[in-house]
């Protein structure tokens, strides 16, 4: 397949993934994000790549974020909210982590794309990405793509939207979040 082809296909997968979001689950987990004082990251593999990307960028909007793990992690309290990226929700070190900021009372959001999943007892929120899974659950989005390609692309781009709505929303002068961005670099 040539490699327009590919770009072709690969982008109307991930519109038709967007597209099939719920945007009041969105909102529920924007939400959640304003209200928290931190906001915690946790997943495995290319999803946690994507949720640095996430983290990152609502860093720049003056959130304070944190990927667990980081060596300067800070305490998670009742205050903050931790998101969990796991397309399965089955990831073992995602749901430790998850029952972990429960018992001190953290908010937990899960970004997955099995409602069902054992993620689902730790999760104050919840937003779907319907990529196809092993499960074949009803209303999952096919892929021609290896793996959990999709997944990881709309992980990112959900990020995004949901930065440039915050942006819009609380009118944030896109040259002013300069200030945030790293400069040691």
Known sequence: MSFRKSERKIIQEIETTLGNISEKQVAQLVQSIQKADKVFFIGVGRVLLSLEGIAKRLAHLGIQTVVVGQITEPAITEKDL??????????????????????????????????????????DVFVRIPVQTKLNLPGEVPSIQPMTSLFEQSLLLLGDAIALSLIEENNIDMMGLWKYHANLE
């Open 82 to 123: 931790l998101i969990v990226g796991s397309g399965s929700g089955e990831s073992a070190f995602p749901l430790i982590i998850a029952e972990k900021a429960k018992s001190f009372h953290a908010k937990v959001a899960h970004i997955g794309s099995n409602p069902e999943s054992s993620m689902r007892k730790y999760s």
